[in-house]
């Protein structure tokens, strides 16, 4: 079993920046492909960044790319959300997502991710 805790979020002004943390526990061994979502009041839940297990390859979502950055330290079982010139509609519940299983690409496919974080709050103010 694997269990993923989320840290970092909070309440920033448009334009600001913000970094989230989140750290793997447990089986770790399993983790594959590591993942941002974040879900907004009213809203789907969407993907945000991901990143393989050796952390050269990632996949960003068009409203992050440019803007966010998905890095991976496997010897602290961390990976990390640096958020950068941040709107409003950044605001939403953060969470980060690790998959056990053998998947050669670690795309924002959710299906693909079966460990789920409780997620951080993330609010833009204008």
């Known amino acids: 079993q694997v269990q993923v805790e989320e840290s970092g979020g909070g309440s920033v002004q448009a334009g600001g920046s913000l970094r989230v943390s989140c750290v793997a526990s447990?089986?770790?061994?399993?983790?594959?492909?590591m993942g941002w979502f974040r879900q907004a009041p009213g809203k789907e839940r969407e993907g945000v960044a991901s990143?393989?297990?050796?952390?050269?390859?990632?996949y960003y979502a068009e409203p992050a790319k440019g803007r966010f950055t998905i890095s991976r330290d496997n010897a602290k079982n961390t990976v990390y959300l640096e958020m950068n010139s941040l709107k409003p509609e950044d605001t939403a519940m953060y969470y980060c997502?690790?998959?056990?299983?053998?998947?050669?690409?670690?795309?924002?496919?959710?299906?693909?991710?079966?460990?789920w974080g409780q997620g951080t709050q993330v609010t833009v103010s204008s």
């Open positions: 447990g089986y770790i061994y399993s983790i594959n492909c």
């Open positions: 990143i393989e297990d050796g952390g050269g390859i990632t």
């Open positions: 997502a690790a998959s056990g299983g053998s998947w050669s690409v670690c795309d924002l496919s959710a299906y693909k991710y079966n460990y």
